[in-house]
């Protein structure tokens, strides 16, 4: 009775509970004969703060609050940061041999054990809130703090700059494991996949070598590496990605995987020769199967039940059309991921294969070898294809091979460098195809861009001006969701984020496809067939229901998602 005595007291002294409840919880405990801790979880009584006072009052354990300056530096580094953000925990300080452990779940016997054997101390835990943790973790294990303190380590291990010399191709390779440079390399690489890079740039400079994330589709700078360490890095890296180190003269393709905190990472390198020593650059791709769920790629209700109905279709072609980056490969592998089966036989042909699917054959174009994409077509139309995925129809040749695919009983699915739905068919006949065969294998086009989502926590409601109004009337026609209000009529708000810890002060953070379906009716067949313009048959598609490019990301505007700023970055809005 003793420890409820001393909850109540606690729930008293804080003013968690006003008097009803208290006499509430009070009366259920003795009624029913369960915990207290337990009836406040279960009613949802208290926020997560409140909570985790009461269990570690509960369990006779110090509760703190916790800020980065509170942890120690020196103390923070003796567990590892793939242990301090698998568990949610950080050590703080010590006193004699006892480790003062910040912990999401301090009654976690097992990791107090794993630390202990880790470090050779005793472990004291002490409760934190799991927001107040990850914000010290960030700040203790920070690619730049990491950074600085291998670059420390090298100096210490190599000696002066002066004395290295990174021209020489002979240099010993360095081995992969705790060595300053492996360090070094590891934190820049865990600071992209904490960031949520979709790749890193190691650029050398004339005084440094500049280390850059792409996020959200924009670089960012991460962090200054000297450039006296320049070629360690970029030979560790070509190690691990199995390339040779002693080729700086050509450039070069690598790949290597890992695990960070039980997620696995397909990392893509590429190196290029520039005035300055070799660039690299990193694919970061993570090999979650989950993220080709159709309705997590294409989350429009209305886009994804078009998608869906296309490709019920048992022959054709699909065309993806847009800029490099846009997410249209994700959205066929979304699509291959819905048809995939054990009835169905799909292949693809891809350069390169970036993803590999589950009961999919991937054909990697192999140019060197003379394995070009209709080569490789050609290939796989032996190979009683049911479904044939094309990464990209880049000439004459491919482009006839797919449209007779299509025409012949398999269902095809391919992109193209287009910047709207409307002129994929123009550019099919630019390559070569006659405008009636074009005509006769579509079966929808559809163009799309990524935009990037205003932070949750850090959005904010605002009044939009006058310019931004006029871009958002436009785009709200007839088919739009939403319908932007003449200047009488109440004023609109829109949402953009201000900037904070949890989107790098960008103010986004995530982005979405938003997508321009043209579905090939008879009519538009026809309009193809007699060679229409592209804004002609854009009108057509109108006419039928086709939402733009511009209505779709306006609706996404009006409904909060994102900013009238992602509409001009994403779309020609004087052009549409």
Same mark, same amino acid.
């Given at each position: ?71 120690? $530096? ?16 950080? $050590? ?13 779940? *301090?009654?976690? !016997? ?58 020489? *191709?002979?240099? +010993? ?6 060595? *300053? ?40 700078? +991460? ?27 050509? *450039? ?99 350069? $390169? ?13 192999? $140019? ?20 044939? !995925? ?98 009488? +009529? ?87």
């Amino acid at each position: 009775m003793e420890k409820s005595d001393a909850l109540i007291s606690l729930l008293t002294e804080e003013r968690m509970l006003d008097e009803q409840a208290l006499e509430a919880l009070i009366a259920k405990h003795e009624e029913t004969g369960q915990s207290l801790i337990a009836i406040l979880k279960e009613g949802n009584l208290l926020d997560e703060e409140q909570f985790t006072r009461i269990v570690a009052r509960a369990s006779g354990i110090e509760f703190v609050n916790l800020s980065p300056g509170a942890v120690d $530096p020196m103390v923070a580094h003796l567990v590892s940061y793939e242990m301090a953000s698998q568990h949610t925990l950080i $050590p703080i300080k010590m006193e004699g041999n006892r480790l003062h452990v910040a912990m999401n779940s *301090p009654l976690n !016997l097992s990791v107090r054990d794993q630390i202990e054997m880790k470090t050779g101390y005793r472990v004291v835990p002490v409760a934190a809130m799991p927001g107040a943790i990850r914000h010290a973790i960030q700040h203790h294990f920070d690619v730049t703090n990491v950074t600085k303190q291998a670059i420390v380590s090298m100096r210490l291990e190599e000696g002066p700059a002066e004395d290295i010399q990174p021209e020489k *191709p002979e240099q +010993a390779p360095v081995k992969v494991g705790d060595s *300053p440079v492996a360090k070094l390399v590891s934190s820049i690489i865990d600071g992209a996949i904490d960031a949520r890079a979709s790749d890193i740039h190691i650029e050398p400079q004339l005084s440094d070598m500049r280390v850059r994330y792409r996020v959200d589709g924009v670089l960012r700078i +991460a962090i200054q590496v000297p450039l006296s360490v320049q070629q360690e890095v970029i030979s560790h890296i070509k190690i691990m990605a199995d390339m040779d180190i002693s080729e700086r003269r050509l *450039p070069q393709d690598g790949h290597l995987t890992l695990a960070r905190r039980g997620q696995d990472y397909d990392l893509r390198v590429s190196s290029l020769p520039s005035t300055g020593g070799e660039k690299i650059v990193i694919r970061v791709l993570s090999k979650n199967t989950d993220r080709w769920s159709l309705d997590k790629i294409v989350t429009s209700p209305e886009d994804n039940r078009r998608f869906r109905s296309i490709v019920e279709n048992p022959y054709g072609m699909l065309l993806l059309t847009g800029p490099t980056g846009c997410g249209k490969t994700t959205t066929l592998y979304g699509l291959l991921q819905l048809l995939n089966s054990p009835e169905k036989n799909i292949v693809t042909v891809e350069d $390169p294969v970036e993803y590999h699917l589950e009961g999919v054959t991937q054909v990697q174009v192999n $140019p060197i070898a003379g394995r070009t994409f209709a080569k490789a077509l050609r290939s796989i139309l032996r190979q009683d294809p049911d479904i044939i !995925l094309i990464g990209e129809i880049r000439d004459a040749e491919t482009a006839e091979i797919a449209v007779s695919s299509a025409l012949t009983g398999h269902l095809v699915l391919s992109t193209l460098h287009t910047n709207d739905a409307a002129s994929a068919a123009s550019r099919l006949t630019n390559l070569g195809v006659p405008s009636y065969l074009a005509a006769s294998a579509l079966l929808a086009t559809a163009a799309q861009r990524l935009i990037r989502l205003s932070c949750p926590k850090c959005r904010q409601l605002y009044e939009p001006s006058e310019e931004e109004l006029k871009y958002l009337r436009r785009g709200s026609g007839a088919n739009g969701a939403y319908k932007v209000e003449s200047e009488s +009529a109440e004023p609109i708000k829109l949402y953009r984020g201000a900037g904070c810890e949890n989107c790098g002060n960008t103010g986004y953070y995530g982005r979405k496809s938003v997508y321009e379906i043209l579905n090939v009716s008879h009519e538009i067949k026809r309009m193809i067939a007699v060679k229409s313009s592209d804004q002609e048959i854009k009108q057509q598609a109108i006419k039928e229901g086709m939402k733009t490019l511009y209505e779709s990301a306006v609706n996404e505007i009006l409904s909060g998602v994102t900013t009238a700023d992602e509409l001009t970055r994403i779309i020609d809005v004087e052009a549409d």
